[in-house]
């Protein structure tokens, strides 16, 4: 929900239209930015704040950031209300509300609007002084740097880039699609998935990606909050056999994580050795768990089969491999979501 | 014909928020565009003064080398400041 207005806003009002009828939302965060005193000069200060901003441009900037939001976070529901005209110290300037089933998704997706509002939204600040003078707001210094933490967005005329030429991992990325719904939970509602405090490990294996730059590792961390899960741990290695080893049994043995999530590195290609590197560190495979995923890739794409990825247990670290491509490990995800809280119950001993 | 638009500090040092102009053939990028509004004297050269500018074609930011054609609405502004 976007909304520009000379009018003042409710945050009460706001947030209860916002979480109506939305039963599976735990967690809302608010952010509200209020005009405050500032000494202009040595002998003036300001008074007021006159906004003005580009009707049209301003509500499709906010849409594209309210779009890239809910798909990267899984968020329930956003809003925006940002306030035009003159508005004098102390009152409200804008209110960003984001909910999600989980708080740590309702916080990041809040200051992620927030911080793109800032550096793409098109308004405007001048100050009025008490001297009745008046001067244009420059740019915020560190609201770039803000922004571009997020890797996000920046620069670009939409929400998120396409595949990269260097994104190889080849399995399930038909490039025609759109790829706005990244990072939403389809399979199941957010409500029925919940990792309650799982703890996760995101290893991406790619020979071509860093970690600004690495999009199914990204989209896996924003569902994995989404659901409730604490990541622990995020790393890239390249496709190297022993690297992967190693690193599984380190987060597996010395971290004690409940899960780790790979992804890239299981085609059929002569670098892609994931499946190999997870059965040589691992007990007790969990075909179904892979079966589920390649059965879902298929509904979207026939390449799907291809993925040779593997599931198995490592102590009581369940191990899944994804794909690379940001799709497919999405869809990939979203088959399995609701199976692992309970595959981990049964490693520790639990029934059904 | 091309539609252009002007906010804040620019608006004011233009006089005015819109004008309408034709586009010669030979300016098909923003940066050329924003060379060739420079040269046409004032108030152009000094609203349009410095290296700090934004531009947006047809509602859209963008950089120097993006393309402008015949129709497009370029709007063009100082960094925003919003929120």
């Known amino acids: 929900m976007i909304r520009i207005q000379e009018a003042d806003f409710s945050l009460q009002e706001e947030t209860e239209a916002l979480l109506a009828d939305r039963p599976g939302v735990g967690g809302t965060v608010c952010f509200v930015g209020t005009v405050r005193e500032w000494v202009a000069t040595s002998d003036s200060r300001v008074v007021a704040l006159e906004l003005e901003h580009y009707p049209g441009m301003t509500e499709s900037e906010l849409a594209k950031i309210e779009t890239a939001a809910l798909a990267r976070f899984g968020v329930e529901a956003l809003a925006v209300v940002h306030r035009v005209g003159r508005?004098?110290?102390?009152?409200?300037?804008?209110?960003?509300?984001?909910?999600?089933?989980?708080?740590?998704?309702?916080?990041?997706a809040c200051r992620f609007v927030i911080d793109h509002l800032k550096v793409r939204a098109t308004f405007w600040k001048r100050e009025i002084l008490?001297?009745?003078e008046s001067r244009w707001v420059d740019a915020c210094p560190g609201c770039e740097a803000a922004a571009s933490r997020w890797e996000d967005l920046r620069g670009e005329g939409h929400t998120h880039a396409p595949p990269s030429p260097h994104?190889?991992?080849?399995?399930?990325?038909?490039p025609h699609h759109p790829p706005a719904a990244h990072g939403t939970i389809r399979a199941h509602g957010p409500g029925k998935v919940d990792w309650n405090g799982l703890r996760v490990g995101i290893l991406t294996l790619s020979d071509s990606r860093d970690l600004s730059r690495d999009?199914?590792?990204?989209?896996?961390?924003?569902?994995?909050?989404a659901v409730g899960g604490i990541l622990v741990q995020r790393g890239i290695l390249p496709d190297d056999e022993a690297a992967i080893r190693e690193t599984l049994i380190l987060w597996a043995d010395e971290l004690r994580l409940d899960l780790i999530l790979t992804t890239g590195g299981t085609g059929p290609g002569p670098r892609d050795l994931t499946p190999e590197a997870t059965r040589?560190?691992?007990?007790?495979?969990?075909?179904?768990?892979?079966?589920?995923?390649?059965?879902?890739?298929?509904?979207?794409?026939?390449?799907?089969?291809l993925t040779r990825g593997v599931a198995a247990l490592r102590g009581t670290t369940l191990v899944v491999n994804l794909p690379g491509s940001t799709r497919g490990a999405?869809?990939?995800?979203?088959?399995?979501?609701?199976?692992i809280p309970h595959v981990l119950r049964m490693v520790h001993g639990g029934g059904h | 014909m091309i539609r252009l638009l002007f906010f804040a500090r620019v608006r004011e040092r233009m006089g005015q928020g819109r004008m309408e102009l034709p586009l010669p053939p030979d300016v098909a990028t923003v940066a050329a565009l924003l060379t060739h509004l420079r040269g046409l004297g004032e108030p152009f050269a000094a609203a349009l003064a410095g290296d700090h500018l934004q531009v947006a074609v047809n509602q859209v930011h963008a950089r120097a080398a993006d393309p402008v054609g015949?129709?497009?609405?370029?709007?063009?502004?100082?960094?925003v400041s919003g929120g």
């Open chain 1, 87 to 108: 508005l004098a110290l102390g009152e409200n300037i804008v209110l960003v509300i984001a909910a999600a089933a989980h708080r740590a998704a309702a916080f990041d």
């Open chain 1, 167 to 174: 994104d190889h991992d080849h399995d399930h990325a038909p």
């Open chain 1, 280 to 305: 040589a560190v691992c007990v007790k495979e969990m075909p179904g768990l892979s079966e589920l995923i390649r059965r879902e890739g298929l509904n979207h794409v026939r390449s799907a089969v």
């Open chain 1, 130 to 132: 008490d001297t009745g």
């Open chain 1, 215 to 225: 999009k199914s590792g990204d989209a896996l961390e924003g569902l994995t909050r």
């Open chain 1, 330 to 339: 999405t869809q990939s995800f979203d088959a399995v979501a609701d199976l």
């Open chain 2, 70 to 79: 015949d129709g497009d609405e370029i709007a063009i502004f100082p960094p």
